[in-house]
Every structure is written in structure tokens, then in C-alpha cells.
């Protein structure tokens, strides 16, 4: 079993900057594709960016490129996810996902086993 807890959320102006952890617990990460969704009120949980077990591949979803960056630190068992030029329809929950198969970055949320509880973003205009 792997336990994932995300930090690092809070409210902040539009433009701003974040950055959210997640660590985790239980396990290794190391050959885990780690990803982050968000999910914003009454809309679907959406991939917003992943990282495959080396780190080398990364994706992101459209909105993201250039804003957003995923990284790793396998060593610490973490994940993290640096948010610059925040807008307010970036708010939602993000939460970490974990798949522990490892193959590319699967877009889907089913393909993630385990999951943090989730850290709110809200950000103001």
C-alpha cells in the first residue's frame, strides 16, 4: 500500500505561485508513474500533469504548458508540482495520484491506484 499526502495548497492572487508536495508512504515510488488532477466544483476530475518513474517524460494538459512543471525526488519519495501565473480558473482540488504500473503517463484516472486526499487551490482574481 502507498499513502500519498499532498501540501502546500492556499489561496493566492491571480499571477502568483505555488508549489505543492506530495509525499509518500509505504512504498517506494520509484517505478510509479506519479501524476496530479484537480478537480474544480460540480466538473470532473481532470489529469493535469504526470511524470514517468525516471522522470523522463513528462506531460501536461494544454492549459498547463509553460505554467506548470512536474517534478520528482524519488530519494524523498516526492512529487512536486510548481504553479506560476496562477489564474482563477485554476482553482479546484489537486490531488496526487500513484500508477503503480509505470507505463507512460496514462490520462485516464482510473489507471491510479492510490490517491492523496487532496489540497485546495483557490485563487483570486
Known amino acids: 500500500q502507498v499513502q500519498l499526502v499532498e501540501s502546500g495548497g492556499g489561496l493566492v492572487q491571480a499571477g502568483g505561485s505555488l508549489r505543492l508536495s506530495c509525499v509518500a508512504s509505504?512504498?517506494?515510488?520509484?517505478?510509479?508513474?506519479m501524476a496530479w488532477f484537480r478537480q474544480a466544483p460540480g466538473k470532473q476530475r481532470v489529469l493535469v500533469a504526470g511524470?514517468?518513474?525516471?522522470?523522463?517524460?513528462?506531460y501536461y494538459a494544454d492549459s498547463m504548458k509553460g505554467r506548470f512543471t512536474i517534478s520528482r525526488d524519488n530519494a524523498k519519495n516526492t512529487v512536486y508540482l510548481q504553479m506560476n501565473s496562477l489564474k482563477p480558473e485554476d482553482t479546484a482540488v489537486y490531488y496526487c495520484?500513484?500508477?503503480?504500473?509505470?507505463?507512460?503517463?496514462?490520462?485516464?484516472?482510473?489507471?491510479?491506484?492510490?490517491w492523496g486526499q487532496g489540497t485546495q487551490v483557490t485563487v483570486s482574481s
Open positions: 509505504g512504498r517506494t515510488i520509484s517505478t510509479f508513474t
Open positions: 495520484a500513484a500508477d503503480r504500473y509505470g507505463v507512460g503517463v496514462r490520462t485516464g484516472d482510473g489507471a491510479y491506484e492510490y
Open positions: 511524470i514517468t518513474r525516471g522522470g523522463g517524460y513528462r
